[in-house]
């Protein structure tokens, strides 16, 4: 019988180079079998790059749902989730070459009980239920079209809040007026009319509009700095209230924001009219809110990493 003689080192360090290829991010696109090809994408969210709120290191899973001609693509190589990581993550699948598919990323934090899919009809439900000032709502999200190629191309796609962030700051001069009589220890934020609770994955369309009231929730410990129009340094803030809205495109609800003691008596009840907000727009309401006369700014800053890019 002849024998064939094998040589292990060959395939040792080609099984080494393809690890490395596969740590490095995309691997190479090299000889697609039959008529598929890789496809890979680099996924990347916005980082302020130190701690805070909405800094966007939460955020540790991507979901990456693939479509063709609106059909779902149940294979598990293709359809599948995988982790993030400083803001960074790695898809890669093969599909067949001279097809069209529609890619959703959507980027969230791992076992969070606040957004449920039906791959199947691409909709995506929005639970507003539990208390506010939860980081773990946080998402990214983007739809991505490719027609597959033979030597696709590795791309980068970055992903966008497709909510808006509706923010309330306490002035100095107010926090140290509830300080000396009632300190504010709580806040809870209602909206009328204007948060939605479904999201077709594929077009962005929203439905299911109505009011939505976030439980009262600790304030948070670190300032919202807000720098106004004119302003030559941002000024800080008490940071009262933080919520994400799933919002269509722009709205102007009316907003209730309540603030508690820490008996849970109400100290203030403060009712602000026609609250602009705008998807991946952070909205900033600061100033003397509980004093007479009151005195508030609104300040809408253009997506969360300020610049002019808004999911569209």
């Known amino acids: 019988m002849k024998q064939i ?10 099984a080494a180079l393809a690890l490395a290829l596969l ?8 000889a697609p079998d039959g008529e598929e090809a890789v496809v890979c994408f680099t996924l990347e969210t916005p980082q302020i790059g130190t701690k805070s709120v909405a800094d966007g290191q939460s955020v540790n899973n991507v979901r990456c749902i693939a479509y063709r001609n609106g059909r779902l693509i149940e294979h598990s190589d293709v359809t599948k989730t995988v982790p993030m990581s400083g803001g960074k993550a790695t898809y ?17 934090v791992k076992g969070n009980a606040h957004y449920s899919f039906d791959y199947q009809d691409a909709e995506l ?5 539990g208390a506010g000032n939860d ?6 999200y983007k739809v991505v079209e490719v027609t597959v190629a033979d030597n696709q191309a590795p791309q980068t796609v970055t992903l966008k809040r497709p909510f808006a962030q509706l923010n309330y700051g306490l002035s100095a001069a107010d926090k140290a007026l509830a300080d000396a009589v009632s300190p504010i220890v709580k806040a809870s934020v209602k909206l009328d009319d204007a948060a939605y609770t479904k999201m077709n994955l594929l077009s962005g369309e929203m439905s299911g509009a109505g009011s939505v009231a976030f439980p009262a929730a600790p304030v948070l410990e670190e300032p919202l700095m807000v720098q106004a129009a004119g302003a030559s340094a941002p000024t800080a803030y008490t940071y ?12 102007s609800p009316n907003t209730t924001l309540t603030l508690y003691d820490a008996s849970d008596a109400v100290v203030a009840t ?3 009219s026609l609250v602009p907000l705008q998807r991946n727009y952070r909205t900033n309401v600061v100033g003397n809110l509980i004093s007479a006369p009151a005195a508030l700014n609104i300040v809408v800053e253009p997506s969360f990493e300020n610049d002019k890019n808004v999911v569209k």
Do not use: H
């Open 23 to 30: 740590a490095a991010g995309c691997s190479k696109n090299v």
């Open 92 to 108: 890669e699948t093969r599909l067949i070459i001279g097809q069209t598919y529609k890619l959703v990323f959507w980027a969230e």
């Open 135 to 140: 980081e773990s709502r946080d998402a990214f």
């Open 240 to 251: 009262l209230a933080m919520n994400y809205i799933l919002v269509d495109r722009e709205v």
């Open 270 to 272: 403060v009712p602000v």
């Open 125 to 129: 439900t929005v639970s507003y239920a």
């Open 5 to 14: 003689k094998v040589n292990m080192n060959k395939y040792l360090s080609m």
